[in-house]
């Protein structure tokens, strides 16, 4: 079972980038899914998180309006758009899931990408 993020890269300040991660191993399609990040000599932070059926998402409040997150269960894939990218975004991603309600804890998830790097310059 495994979940493989891709899509970071090189971005000026006010660009955009689209993050996937495609689970194998099983199905992922009722499971919660969720983006974290993190800087340099920082914790691992929410980003986002997605209920099985798309119908619910939610946000940290340092991305919202800028961040869209979505999934398609059929490609057992989960997405971040990513708009008006900030030097302050830059930081490693990571994917997660977990079969449990929704949170924005590391904890609850038992299921984690191997993270892709995000890198906004000024």
């Known amino acids: 079972v495994q979940l493989q993020a891709s899509g970071g890269g090189l971005v000026q300040t006010g660009g955009s980038l689209r993050l996937s991660c495609a689970g194998s191993?099983?199905?992922?399609?009722?499971?919660?899914m969720a983006w974290f990040r993190q800087a340099p000599g920082k914790e691992r932070e929410f980003v986002a998180d997605i209920t099985w059926s798309g119908g619910s998402t939610y946000y940290a409040d340092s991305v919202r309006g800028r961040f869209t997150i979505s999934r398609d269960n059929a490609k057992n894939t989960v997405y971040l758009q990513m708009n008006s990218l900030k030097p302050e975004d830059t930081a490693v991603y990571y994917c997660?899931?977990?079969?449990?309600?929704?949170?924005?804890?590391?904890?609850?998830?038992?299921?984690w990408g191997q993270g892709t790097q995000v890198t906004v310059s000024s």
């Open positions: 997660a899931a977990d079969r449990s309600r929704p949170t924005a804890e590391a904890s609850g998830y038992d299921y």
């Open positions: 191993g099983r199905s992922f399609s009722r499971d919660v």
